[in-house]
């Protein structure tokens, strides 16, 4: 009697101090995996940047590196090598950003393997203890003896409830057992695949270090070549803005007419065009779909940004840009980024041709174009083809020239449209 007294006060202090040991358990868990949740998920930001520039980075290789390599291309094949050096320095810096995060993962789960290896012993430990002396006191007839000995019904009652108590204890402590086992079954899977996502990276790491070596190899040789005729490529880069400058001054006095045009139609004062009530709900719609509209092709990576910049291979030069050039696969068709009106169609050297749709103030242009298939005063919707984009037969590029205007004011087209 007094046997199974004494065991049920010990079970009793072991359940109390497993309780607490349990929920300081709890709580050291808690805050292991706090870190892991944050690391998880920048580590999921980092990982879809890295899948972005290794998409970027094919891009770069399939429409920019279409030229032969000829004297006339050497500033073009330079700039298309910068671009790509520049990509892969971020993928690589992205890689070991990565690796550093899972290296703490991996060292976090390890720790909280032993910690559940600990706990799972501890816990088998107090099961096998609760075994030997529920079979002790159930040899003893001790259980019968401890309720007959009860002074009233209500003490017998109540030890009955605390052998109830006792024994669902001791089933739970199994339960548990297994589920700790389940558990640190489950976190030794998962650090398997985190320590081979780790040598993956390392691995994808070294290949983009051993390309990137040779580019900066190859990149040194162009500079060379470019140096002994820079004073020539500056030259045609400096007509050429000259070229593009003509030709924005003639889109914006193109506009400047229709909005003077449509003042004078409807004698309405203002310092844009004179809109229709259509046309301004057209416009809200417009401006309500800022920096999500769709890119003006289909395919495509950013060569040249908007606004003033250096250049990306002569040093001391700048270049001003008026929108976004992007350079896209052979064959590929400028699509219209927003519903609207063709205001024009311009006809611009070489016979290339630049197609203007009006979206209430604002104006959309797509430049570099060998056909078109639209004419002026039709209405045309969201994505639709606008016509064949040029390819440059010396570089082999296919490059369209995306200009935003407010009126007669130029926007950044990068603000409004969503990235490829």
Not at 245 to 252: F, G, N, Y
Not at 296 to 325: A, C, D, M, W
Request: a positive charge.
């Amino acid at each position: 009697m007094m046997s199974l007294r004494t065991n049920i006060r010990n079970n009793k202090t072991q359940d109390h101090s497993s309780a607490g040991f349990r929920s300081s358990l709890i709580l050291l868990a808690l805050i292991c995996f706090l870190p892991l949740s944050l690391f998880g998920q920048s580590r999921q930001e980092l990982e879809k940047q890295r899948l972005q520039l290794q998409k970027e980075i094919k891009e770069i290789n399939t429409l920019l590196f279409q030229s032969q390599k000829k004297e006339k291309t050497l500033l073009s094949d330079l700039s298309d090598l910068v671009q790509r050096i520049g990509v892969r320095t971020k993928l690589i810096n992205t890689i070991n950003e990565e690796t550093d995060q899972l290296k703490t993962e991996i060292k976090e789960n390890e720790r909280q393997v032993q910690m559940l290896e600990e706990r799972l012993e501890y816990l088998k430990d107090d099961y096998a203890n609760m075994v030997v002396q529920s079979y002790k006191s159930k040899t003893k007839n001790s259980r019968l003896m401890f309720l007959l000995s009860s002074e009233n019904f209500l003490q017998a009652y109540k030890r009955l409830e605390y052998l109830k108590q006792y024994a669902d204890y001791r089933e739970r402590q199994g339960e548990e057992i297994k589920e700790e086992t389940i558990k640190l079954h489950n976190l030794n899977d998962y650090l398997v695949e985190r320590r081979l996502e780790k040598e993956e990276l390392l691995a994808i790491n070294r290949k983009e270090k051993d390309s990137i070596t040779k580019e900066k190899a190859s990149q040194e040789s162009l500079v060379k070549s470019v140096k002994k005729k820079e004073r020539k490529y500056v030259a045609q880069i400096n007509t050429k803005q000259k070229e593009e400058r003509k030709i924005d001054a003639k889109i914006q006095a193109l506009i400047a007419e229709a909005i003077a045009k449509s003042k004078k139609k409807s004698n309405v004062k203002s310092s844009g065009f004179a809109l229709t009530p259509e046309a301004i709900a057209l416009e809200k719609d417009f401006i309500s779909n800022k920096g999500k509209l769709p890119s003006p092709v289909e395919r495509g990576i950013i060569v040249r940004r908007y606004g003033k910049q250096s250049h990306p291979t002569l040093k001391g030069i700048t270049i001003e840009s008026n929108g976004v050039f992007y350079a896209t696969e052979k064959n590929a068709n400028a699509r219209v980024i927003f519903d609207g009106k063709v205001l024009a169609i311009q006809v611009l050297p070489g016979k290339k041709k630049a197609v203007l749709v009006q979206h209430g103030n604002y104006i959309s242009v797509y430049k570099n174009l060998d056909n078109v298939t639209v004419q002026k005063g039709d209405l045309v919707t969201t994505k639709q083809l606008l016509g064949k984009i040029h390819t440059d037969k010396t570089t082999g590029k296919t490059i369209l020239a995306f200009v935003l205007f407010k009126e007669i004011h130029r926007q950044n087209p990068e603000e409004w449209v969503y990235k490829i």
